[in-house]
């Protein structure tokens, strides 16, 4: 068995913190396993990296469990989103409307 190592990164960052951890793993090494071997949870208490996202230079990854790493990559924690994207969207532009008919009646 080939026991080359490879040099990977590993990022997460909240609004006011951000940490990257550089870190030599086993060729055959998953997105998962090096997030779970970078330590970053004594950076970032009750960070779950057995659920967290994950995702490569800014392209989230369906399958980190999955995904070998090759020399070089950075391996992105993306944090759980708080709401639904298309909800906020709706929401806006329902407050833009009502907005923009209150002007119309003035």
Do not use: W
């Not at 090494?29 to 004594?42: H, I, L, P, V, W």
């Not at 469990?65 to 994207?85: F, N, S």
């Amino acid at each position: 068995m080939d026991n080359k190592m490879i040099v990977v990164e590993v990022v997460y960052a909240l609004a006011d913190k951000q940490k990257l951890l550089r870190l030599s793993v086993p060729c055959g090494t998953t997105m998962r396993q090096a997030a779970e071997q970078s330590g970053m949870q004594a950076h970032f208490p009750g960070l779950d990296l057995a659920n967290s996202p994950l995702g490569i230079f800014g392209k989230a990854v369906a399958k980190p469990q999955e995904r070998v790493l090759e020399d070089g990559e950075r391996v992105e924690i993306y944090r759980p989103l708080i709401a639904d994207p298309k909800e906020v969207r709706k929401q806006r532009a329902a407050k833009a409307a009502k907005a923009k008919v209150g002007k119309e009646g003035d």
